[in-house]
């Protein structure tokens, strides 16, 4: 155990509902999309004028600076999956290629690549055993309800949010209202399990709901709000459920 980020058990008596981040902290978002980057890199001549790394991280960019502003409402979802390709071509010199095309193949590899984060499927079942659960999660409501079916998250999860759904994202206090309202509890009795300091920790915390931080081992500022920070799903499980064998089964 980490004795310099973890130096005092976190209190989570009164939580009576958690709800987890769906992608990169339950399924493995970040992996799916560069594998899928490598895939439509390797079916263009064009692409392969630059490293697939450089066009992955060219993507990887201006796909994170457009959900800012499609979080923000300056975009739309159809401008954002535009907008992403054809930015990032122009970044990379690449004028002739048909961003609707290549979405296409990229959200068909994407979706080829998805995998659980490790030992997430067995803590979110250990979890909803002794806890009502559900997922809410910022995303496109076509893209994420295909990974509710693929992951089978209804045989866990009680509830399911999107945020297109909803209208707000994470960490707009509004989605977090709406998900306390399905849940029926008070702030103080829910968890949020998530990797975004700014959508999961922040928004959480702003709501009054207690919080667990997924992050890589040593990742963690000194100073942060986050009740719990788990760089394995064994440390959330020893939280939550304290007779947890530490021994994997
Ligand atoms: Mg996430």
């Known amino acids: 155990m980490d004795s310099h980020s973890q130096p005092v058990r976190p209190d989570f008596s009164t939580v009576r509902f958690i709800y987890f981040d769906l992608d990169d902290t339950l399924i493995d978002h970040l ?3 560069e594998r899928a980057l490598v895939d439509v890199w390797t079916q263009y001549p064009e692409l392969q004028r630059t490293e697939p790394k450089v066009f992955a991280s060219e993507f990887a960019g201006t796909n994170y600076r457009l959900w800012e502003a499609y979080r ?5 979802q159809s401008e954002l999956r535009r907008l992403r390709f054809e930015q990032t071509f122009r970044q990379i010199g690449v004028g002739t290629l048909d961003w609707r095309e290549v979405d296409e193949i990229y959200m ?13 499927r067995d803590a979110l079942m250990q979890v909803s055993r002794h806890f009502p659960t559900g997922i809410m999660t910022n995303g496109f409501t076509f893209v994420q309800k295909k990974k509710f079916e693929y992951f089978s998250l ?9 945020s297109e759904e909803v209208g707000y994202l994470k960490p707009d206090p509004r989605i977090f209202a709406f998900a306390a309202e399905k849940a029926g509890f008070k702030p103080s009795e829910l968890l949020y399990v998530g990797d975004s300091y700014s959508s999961d920790i922040l928004g959480g915390c702003q709501c009054g709901w ?11 500022p000194e100073r ?8 394995g799903f064994r440390e959330l499980l020893q939280a939550l459920i304290p007779d947890t064998k530490t021994n994997p089964t």
């Not at 209804?154 to 999107?162: D, E, K, P, S, V």
């Not at 207690?210 to 963690?220: D, E, I, V």
């Not at 942060?224 to 760089?231: I, M, N, P, Q, T």
Request: proline share 4%.
């Open 31 to 33: 992996k799916a999309q």
């Open 224 to 231: 942060h709000l986050a009740d719990l920070v788990f760089s």
């Open 210 to 220: 207690k919080t667990a931080w997924y992050l890589q081992p040593g990742k963690a």
């Open 72 to 76: 923000s409402s300056e975009v739309s």
């Open 108 to 120: 068909d590899c994407y979706s080829r690549h998805w995998d659980w984060i490790p030992d997430a």
């Open 154 to 162: 209804n045989r866990y999860a009680r509830h399911l949010i999107i």
